[in-house]
């Protein structure tokens, strides 16, 4: 009954022409017209028809058509600089996050903690493991040991302790205490004595339980592994672009050679945490006057090259790496470098374009939603994060578009070359950067 009541009233509203105010028909709410006399004279009447009403400007509709077009303009200007200040406050906060995390490398096992705090720690404290064999790295060596029940490792150092020491930052190797004492010479470098009650004096320090290798043993254990071959040159590559940023780091630092040996370099695995090995930076790094002529040093560049042909990681880039470093430029550790983060961690799947430009964008957006996707993930986990992923969250803070760029091209030429179509890439170049 209702709805029939207002489709009446609706109809009913349209034939009188309702006022919007008060619901009356106009007829009502304003006074009638008295009638006009009719005049022979007049050309107008009751029956004559109605003037039009004025038309209105086209002016205004014009106007209006200006106006929406540039709203629209500036509907896309304001999205655009919205999007520029999410892509901003991402990339600040994941930086916020990597320093928390380079600020937060000496955090101590809450199971250590009281070996932190004990006084006057002797060797006798420490409990050698049976079955497991001493690791030597240059003047030092490691063992496995128990303080009580809780697995440590312990690194003995009978070389005298440099007052200098290095800025090395996430490539320290950090111990949860140190102290000095008389070990037994056996458990020394290079000891030739079999005699257990000659003693030495020794810096030990108390390292949480961890799995040491060198690079030239952490190289044979992947050759060894049961794994597949994608796998193996992953872990290399790993390793191999950890060597590259701590020689960047000692760079920095005016170091401009180091032992060929590569003794100054230890890699290692918390046992308890880790699935990738973390690359570490031995202190003492100057050249020792009394052993310089049993030592041999080479450049940085000559280093890594070392260990490339220990690590060999994927044969796609190991020619480019190499041809990068044997020409010993400054910049040829950053171009290493970015090959690496490229191979690692670069898009596989992108559409890069057929300009330089066109690459570069398209590398740009998908860096800016990979620090998207990192950065949601970081605050929904609030986890401790592993080397690997230190390293992936260094390479979305510092890389660029262009650094990626650059590489993959780097990539593109070396692998065109080997083909045996070198001279297709450098005209793609010319065409992209003209």
């Known amino acids: ?9 609706v109809q009913n509203a349209w034939k009188k022409e309702l006022c919007s105010n008060c619901f009356k028909s106009k007829d009502e709410h304003t006074e009638k017209p008295k009638p ?10 009751e029956y004559s028809t109605p003037e039009p009403a004025p038309r209105k400007s086209l002016s205004l509709s014009t106007d209006s058509l200006m106006t929406g077009g540039a709203g629209e303009e500036k509907r896309k200007e304001k999205n655009k600089d919205n999007y520029g200040a999410v892509v901003v406050a991402n990339h600040e906060a994941l930086a916020q996050v990597l320093e928390n995390i ?7 096992q809450p199971a250590l903690r009281g070996l932190k705090s004990s006084p006057n720690l002797r060797w006798i404290d420490f409990s050698m493991k049976s079955g497991t064999s001493a690791v030597t790295v240059g003047r030092r060596t490691f063992h496995q040991a128990l303080w009580g029940t809780q697995h440590v490792t312990l690194m003995v150092n009978t070389d005298t302790v440099t007052s200098s020491t290095l800025s090395l930052g996430t490539f320290s190797l950090t ?17 030739e004595s079999k005699d257990s009650a000659k003693q030495r004096q020794a810096t030990v320090s108390v390292l949480p339980w961890l799995q040491v290798n060198t690079i030239e043993s952490y190289s044979e254990l992947l050759k060894s592994k049961a794994q597949n071959h994608e796998d193996m040159w992953k872990d290399a590559n790993f390793v191999m672009l950890q060597l590259v940023n701590a020689l960047k780091t000692l760079q920095a630092q005016g170091i401009e050679e180091l032992p060929l040996s590569l003794n100054c370099f230890v890699l290692c695995k918390d046992v308890d945490k880790d699935t990738h090995h973390r690359l570490c930076v031995l202190q003492g790094l100057a050249p020792d006057p009394a052993n310089k002529s049993d030592e041999e040093y080479g450049t940085l ?17 190991t020619p480019l790496i190499h041809s990068l470093l044997n020409k010993e430029r400054a910049v040829s550790l950053t171009q290493v470098k970015s090959v690496l983060e490229f191979c690692l961690w670069g898009p596989s799947d992108v559409c890069l374009g057929s300009t330089i430009r066109e690459r570069e964008l398209a590398l740009q957006r998908w860096l800016d939603l990979q620090r998207a996707t990192v950065l949601h993930g970081l605050v929904c986990a609030r986890v401790q994060l ?11 803070v510092r890389s660029s578009a262009r650094m990626m760029c650059d590489a993959s091209l780097l990539i593109e030429s ?12 450098k005209e793609y170049v010319r065409a992209g950067t003209s």
């Open 1 to 9: 009954m209702s709805s029939a009541i207002c489709q009446n009233f």
């Open 36 to 45: 006009r006399p009719i005049d022979d004279t007049d050309t107008e009447n």
């Open 102 to 108: 380079q600020q937060q490398s000496n955090h101590v």
């Open 175 to 191: 111990p949860v205490t140190e102290f000095s004492d008389l070990i037994a010479e056996s458990y020394t470098v290079k000891s």
């Open 301 to 317: 560049c000559v280093i890594a090259l070392k260990a490339l042909n220990f690590l060999q990681p994927s044969p796609k880039i």
């Open 386 to 396: 592993t080397v690997h992923e230190e390293c992936h969250l260094l390479f979305l």
């Open 414 to 425: 070396s692998n065109m070359k080997h083909s045996n179509f070198g001279g297709g890439h």
